[in-house]
């Protein structure tokens, strides 16, 4: 589990193909290799991945092909740059919401809008996933926990402030970009349970 909120941006060392659909990705990001260990979990755009080694600063992951395919990891190169979060600890305060690190979706900033202290951003919203953006709700975006500013049926923007557009990926990224999503997980139990209720009253 995580909160969204950026610790550190790392960078892609290089990502090498394993043969099996899948491909072992080094990442460097000093801070948060300060104390992992193989098997701990570190998200990585908002994607969560297992540590599996560390060496000098520099963390290994192995990303399975359908991560590849449903988040916009597999469009990574080496040196880009990637907002990466430890696991948050139970005794730690949360600052963002509650992110699983399981993406819902890869979406696609189709707008920017510069002002004097911040920066509105529009992004496209893949099919599906409207229903779960509410205005002032929170979303994550390539792993950062954000309010939804406003929210149409198939897109949502947000606002940036000068932290958010110096510290992590989203204040590089430009119109066309693609962006991991990853929508509130309460909002798709209280669908559950209401379904179930629904279902449950026509019987």
């Given at each position: 589990?995580?909160?969204?909120i950026?610790?550190?941006?790392g960078?892609?060392v290089r ?7 899948s491909a072992l ?11 992992a260990r193989?098997?701990?979990?570190i998200a990585v ?6 540590v ?10 192995d990303v399975?092909?359908?991560?590849l395919r ?5 469009a990574?190169?080496p040196g880009?740059?990637v ?5 948050a600890?139970l005794?730690s ?5 509650l ?6 979706g890869v979406?696609?900033i189709v707008a ?8 509105t ?12 953006v509410?205005?002032?709700g929170s ?14 049926d198939?897109?949502?923007?947000v ?11 989203l204040?590089?990224?430009q119109?066309g970009?693609p ?22 009253s026509?019987?």
């Amino acid at each position: 589990m995580f909160t969204g909120i950026v610790e550190e941006l790392g960078e892609i060392v290089r990502s090498t193909e394993t043969g099996d659909d899948s491909a072992l990705v080094a990442i460097r990001g000093p801070l948060v290799t300060s104390d992992a260990r193989h098997g701990d979990s570190i998200a990585v755009n908002g994607v969560c991945l297992t540590v599996v080694d560390v060496d000098g600063g520099v963390f290994t992951a192995d990303v399975m092909g359908e991560t590849l395919r449903r988040t916009a990891l597999g469009a990574l190169r080496p040196g880009d740059p990637v907002n990466l979060e430890r696991a948050a600890a139970l005794n730690s305060r949360l600052g963002g919401h509650l992110v699983q690190g399981h993406v819902d979706g890869v979406g696609e900033i189709v707008a920017r809008e510069p002002a004097a202290q911040w920066e509105t951003v529009r992004f496209r919203l893949p099919g599906g996933l409207a229903r779960y953006v509410v205005e002032k709700g929170s979303i994550t975006v390539d792993g950062v926990s954000l309010t939804v500013a406003e929210a149409g049926d198939d897109w949502f923007s947000v606002g940036l402030i000068p932290t958010t557009l110096k510290l992590t990926v989203l204040g590089t990224k430009q119109v066309g970009d693609p962006v991991n999503l990853e929508v509130d997980v309460l909002a798709k139990y209280v669908e559950r349970l209401l379904g179930d209720r629904g279902a449950g009253s026509v019987r």
